[in-house]
């Protein structure tokens, strides 16, 4: 542990010199292209948005990937709504808190046809058809840092080199369901939860909630100490990206659409027929590759 602490800086200095060098030849890096990773830039928000098309649809959603999130030093807030209707057991989850080194937040909207669900159920993300209107603002510590809106089933949103703790963080929360039924049996596992009456409210077919501590019990891998180290490290490498990356990226909209993919691909999109539809995103978006062993030499054709 100690030689990390020692040699953390030392490689962001290195970085800092190999990637100047690359600036200077091929110009700035920018966050376009990258929609391959299942996000998009908004420069005017200065944030990472979730795509209806991501590749995280392809996995679902259990319970497991909340246990494991601490382990990617993603340390968050979790609620998670479970009901039933339609013939469908539904599953409606908020998240807000530290991801690495971006502050943010999301909602997933879920359902299985299994009859009985547990921790152990797979949950698949709602289809074209069931997705909900949603939207949320996010605040730190009462001031507004980011928001977002769409008719989606995995509504989320991320503030890149942003340090905060969970308990820092509000979700104003707006989700439109499509009938009275569908909202009443959400709302009837949601009351279960025993959140204050002043903090959600229903108008016609529109729940909203203000989202601040969560009723749901942390996973047994968040314990105390998991979280102060994680955060600890989190807060550390936030402080790293913005001393020695932050001015190697380009923010704005330009036509200097490159991004380094160096081991971020998931091996799950380099599978036929999934490379092709990743090869003609990669010339699309005019993705510059350093050394990626994915699709060697390529950087160099979409130069």
């Given at each position: 542990m100690l030689l990390y602490f020692l040699l953390m800086p030392i490689s962001f200095i290195i970085f800092k010199i190999v990637t100047s060098i690359l600036v200077k030849k091929i110009g700035k890096f920018s966050y376009d292209g990258i929609s391959i990773m299942g996000f998009a830039y908004d420069s005017k928000k200065d944030a990472f948005y979730s795509t209806k098309d991501a590749w995280?649809?392809?996995f679902g959603y259990c319970h497991l990937y909340d246990v494991l999130a601490p382990v990617f030093r993603m340390i968050i807030d979790t609620e998670s709504i479970r009901f039933n209707y339609n013939n469908k057991n539904w599953l409606?989850?908020?998240?807000?808190?530290?991801?690495?080194?971006v502050t943010g937040a999301e909602i997933g909207i879920y359902n299985t046809i299994e009859k009985k669900v547990n921790k152990k159920t797979l949950y698949f993300p709602a289809e074209d058809n069931e997705m909900l209107d949603m939207s949320f603002i996010l605040y730190k510590n009462g001031k507004e840092i980011t928001r977002i809106s769409a008719k989606h089933w995995w509504l989320a949103i991320f503030k890149l080199a942003m340090f905060s703790k969970p308990k820092e963080l509000t979700m104003d929360i707006k989700i439109t369901f499509p009938c009275k039924e569908m909202l009443e049996a959400f709302l009837i596992s949601f009351k279960k939860k025993h959140h204050k009456a002043k903090d959600y409210n229903i108008?016609?077919?529109t729940f909203y909630f203000s989202f601040k501590k969560a009723k749901t019990p942390k996973v047994w891998?968040?314990?105390?100490?998991?979280s102060r180290i994680n955060q600890y490290l989190n807060k550390k490498n936030v402080n790293l990206y913005n001393m020695y990356i932050d001015d190697l990226?380009?923010?704005g909209e330009t036509n200097n659409k490159k991004i380094m993919l160096k081991k971020l691909i998931p091996k799950f999109l380099t599978y036929e027929p999934k490379?092709?539809?990743?090869?003609?995103?990669?010339?699309?978006n005019n993705v510059i590759f350093l050394h990626d062993s994915v699709f060697p030499g390529l950087g160099d054709k979409n130069e």
């Open positions: 995280q649809k392809n409606i989850t908020f998240w807000k808190g530290q991801y690495g080194i108008v016609d077919n891998t968040r314990y105390l100490l998991s990226i380009d923010y490379k092709d539809i990743l090869n003609n995103n990669i010339i699309q």
